[in-house]
């Protein structure tokens, strides 16, 4: 007799649905670490479409907002390159427009220049500038022989020392004099100085009459030979016709500090004893720096020169007192200035802060103080007695 089977239970509907979700979530799963473990080959149509983006394999994509903030960085981008083009070239075309027309082309510089206006030869050692400068030799030993000493042109003359080792050597256009490059002074052609002014004429007549010291041949003798010979001096630099000029102070300029050098003697003031001649030069060798004589000699040999004014010396600073400085005062203590020998006298006598006399000296001077009196010595030395 065969055995019948019980018949097997059919499933329910919410078993059925929890199945297929459960297969559903293993195969996303699956999908999801396939995915990420095997590079995507990416379609033409894909790389048209993100041609703005950046295409990263095996890596998780980038936000939409990343996407939209990068298209507006380099939309920005485009917009401010035209700016940026057009701010460059009006710089550029401002750097042009402000380059300065160059004094020269070739400068000799006086020792007057380098002391009194140091300024201009700072400006000729610019990046940019196209003077070639000439320092003579000269020039050199006045500032060597000027430097010495506290004062304000022993000072100035070390600040020009220091500008000229730190650009000679380093800077191109900045040359000292060669020890061949000079004209013998009888060589040279001299012309007499021609002045419609009485006055012009008799400064110039004066400086001729004073003769020309051996300082001043060597600067003329060096401009002179760097005006015959400008185009070896530029080499690479040479032009048709160069513009050489000799750099020296004003005349005006350098006579009015020589007038202030000179103080001011009184009219009424007679001395039965011949006093020697004012002397307007503070140092031995500030004549150098004045550059009159420079000026002078240099016209009469045909030499441009240009003329500069001096830079101003600057004032030292005022301090005002406050009441700061007087309350700061009164909170000092005192110095007592007391001798160490009365230091045990009374204290009266200790405070007054004086040195007591002696007894000795304060009896002369009650002596001195009365009236005179002729005291009459006979020949054999006795001594009458006074007049009542």
Not at 46 to 61: D, F, N, S
Request: aromatic share 4%; net charge positive.
């Amino acid at each position: 007799m065969a055995e019948s089977k019980a018949p097997a239970t059919a499933p329910t509907p919410s078993k059925l649905a929890m199945s297929r979700a459960l297969g559903a979530a293993f195969l996303s799963h699956q999908v999801e670490q396939l995915e990420n473990n095997t590079p995507t080959p990416v379609s033409p149509i894909q790389t048209r479409t993100c041609r703005g983006a950046i295409v990263t394999h095996g890596t998780k994509p980038r936000p939409a907002s990343a996407q939209k903030q990068t298209r507006k960085d380099h939309t920005d981008r485009e917009r401010d390159q035209p700016e940026q083009r057009h701010r460059e070239k009006e710089r550029l075309r401002k750097s042009t427009d402000t380059v300065p027309d160059k004094d020269a082309d070739l400068v000799i510089v006086d020792a007057s220049v380098l002391v009194h206006a140091l300024y201009h030869v700072k400006k000729w050692c610019r990046d940019g500038r196209e003077e070639i400068v000439i320092v003579p030799l000269e020039a050199l030993n006045t500032l060597d022989l000027l430097k010495k000493g506290t004062s304000s042109l022993a000072q100035r003359a070390r600040a020009a020392s220091r500008i000229l080792e730190a650009q000679v050597g380093t800077n191109p256009r900045i040359r000292v004099q060669r020890d061949d490059a000079f004209v013998p002074w009888d060589q040279i052609d001299f012309r007499d100085p021609v002045s419609d002014d009485d006055k012009e004429k008799s400064a110039s007549q004066t400086l001729h009459l004073s003769g020309s010291p051996e300082w001043v041949r060597r600067m003329i003798c060096c401009a002179r030979w760097e005006v015959d010979h400008a185009n070896s001096t530029l080499d690479k630099h040479a032009v048709k016709d160069p513009k050489v000029v000799l750099a020296v102070l004003s005349p005006a300029a350098a006579q009015a500090q020589v007038d202030r050098a000179i103080p001011e003697s009184n009219a009424e003031f007679s001395s039965p004893v011949p006093l020697p001649a004012p002397n307007p030069h503070l140092h031995r060798y500030e004549p150098r720096s004045a550059g009159i004589l420079i000026g002078h000699w240099a016209a009469r040999a045909g030499i441009p020169t240009l003329e500069f004014d001096p830079t101003p010396v600057p004032s030292p600073p005022v301090h005002h007192r406050g009441a700061e400085d007087d309350e700061k005062a009164k909170r000092l203590p005192g110095r007592s200035r007391n001798n160490s020998n009365t230091a045990s006298g009374p204290p009266a006598t200790r405070g007054t802060g004086l040195v007591e006399r002696p007894l000795a000296v304060m009896q002369m001077m009650e002596v001195v103080a009365q009236p005179s009196k002729v005291v009459r010595v006979l020949a054999r030395g006795e001594k009458l007695d006074p007049d009542p």
